[in-house]
């Protein structure tokens, strides 16, 4: 068999890619003086639930990420004297022992033991209970770029409102080609065409937000919230391609923890900055019971929770033929070839490519796997929330 490349241009630049990542000297980044800090992680609602709390410690630029804070006694005490005792989930994940809910105007504080000392919070009350009016979808234009935007509405009787929103995307992959058909290794060692064994033409991801989305109505002579931007999709991101689906999140917060979040929203988007190393630093209201010039970062709180959720598909908002749908896969059209038999008995074993079609009889044409096979970028297994 002849091996045959349908884009000799991209295999060029691919190459010039390589000289020129060679030629480029890598310069390290360094965090000097280092201090290695608590990091703490906890919002308890009025949900009726395992309630978690997470422990790291900050970590340097050169590093991949915080350390987990594991085998620390975690507790959390409510103003009338009931103790919630949490367990370790998973490496610094820590989980209440038993499902428990806020209750309204009722103060809790966080108590932490670890092998560096002993922490507590200050005292935090649970806020009143919060709705989401409505959540809806509107095809809009930002920043000079089309797409969907995602608004949100709440009504709190109370003036002052503190609201920290959270959301959770969920979408569905259809896969370019649509093949029934794999080519395996047998245990006799050849080739062999058989009928997929799993569902590999739909498929859905689950992605959870990580920006900081804050609003308050503070400074708005109504009480309500009316049609607040919590996040827009361009109509060139994937997710879009088919339908799409939003879980929103309206977190209720007291106005000192609001300030804490706001002041972290300023200073990046990112919620995982909590975790990394800053030349500065952030009060937030953990403290060390052991060492009072002990640095610590983090929150604990509490909030009260509603949510929604939003379906719609692309074709609501975009004409197919006027605007394609974007692509999960990246060109797939031609990228199809044959490979000698060595190649593609090694390539087989690696999952390194799918059946395209079989002409003559023990001629393979092979595929990226990502053109025919969803799995690639989530799951073939549908949400149970899911509507069509």
Not at 40 to 46: D, K, Q
Not at 99 to 115: A, G, H, K, Q
Not at 191 to 202: C, D, L, N, S, W
Request: net charge negative; hydrophobic share 30%; glycine share 4%.
């Amino acid at each position: 068999m002849k091996i045959r490349f349908p884009f000799k241009s991209n295999f060029i630049l691919f190459i010039l890619g390589v000289l020129i990542i060679s030629c480029t000297e890598e310069i390290p980044l360094k965090s000097e003086n280092f201090e290695s800090i608590l990091v703490v992680e906890g919002i308890i609602t009025n949900q009726e639930k395992y309630q978690e709390i997470k422990l790291s410690r900050s970590y340097k630029l050169e590093e991949n990420g915080p350390s987990p804070v594991s085998n620390a006694i975690v507790r959390i005490v409510s103003e009338s004297g009931k103790i919630f005792n949490f367990i370790e989930d998973s490496s610094g994940q820590y989980r209440s022992e038993k499902p428990f809910r806020t209750l309204t105007n009722e103060s809790y504080v966080l108590e932490i033991e670890t092998n560096n000392g002993n922490y507590s919070s200050s005292s935090v009350k649970a806020v009143e209970e919060t709705k989401i009016e409505n959540i809806r979808s509107i095809k809009s234009t930002i920043r000079g770029e089309d797409g969907v935007a995602i608004l949100v509405s709440s009504a709190d009787e109370s003036s002052n409102n503190y609201y920290k929103y959270e959301y959770e995307e969920t979408y569905k992959i259809v896969s370019y080609y649509k093949k029934d058909l794999d080519l395996i290794i047998n245990e006799e060692g050849e080739f062999e065409v058989v009928p997929k064994a799993r569902e590999e033409t739909i498929c859905y991801n689950t992605e959870k937000s990580r920006s900081l989305v804050l609003s308050s109505t503070e400074n708005l002579e109504q009480t309500s919230l009316s049609n607040y931007l919590v996040t827009f999709i361009p109509k060139t991101d994937s997710k879009l391609a088919h339908r799409y689906s939003i879980l929103v999140k309206q977190l209720r917060l007291n106005p000192d923890i609001f300030d804490i979040y706001q002041t972290l929203k300023n200073l990046s988007e990112s919620d995982n900055l909590f975790s990394q190393y800053q030349p500065g630093f952030l009060n937030g209201n953990i403290f060390s019971e052991t060492n009072e010039n002990e640095k610590v970062i983090g929150i604990f709180t509490t909030a009260a929770v509603d949510s929604k959720r939003l379906f719609f598909s692309y074709t609501d908002y975009f004409d197919t033929i006027t605007d394609p749908r974007p692509d999960h896969y990246g060109p797939c059209a031609l990228e199809y070839y044959t490979l000698p038999d060595d190649l593609l008995r090694e390539a087989i074993l690696n999952n390194q490519v799918e059946l395209f079609y079989e002409d003559p009889p023990g001629n393979f044409v092979v595929i990226d796997p990502r053109c025919v096979d969803c799995n690639y970028f989530g799951t073939n297994i549908k949400p149970d929330f899911w509507e069509e």
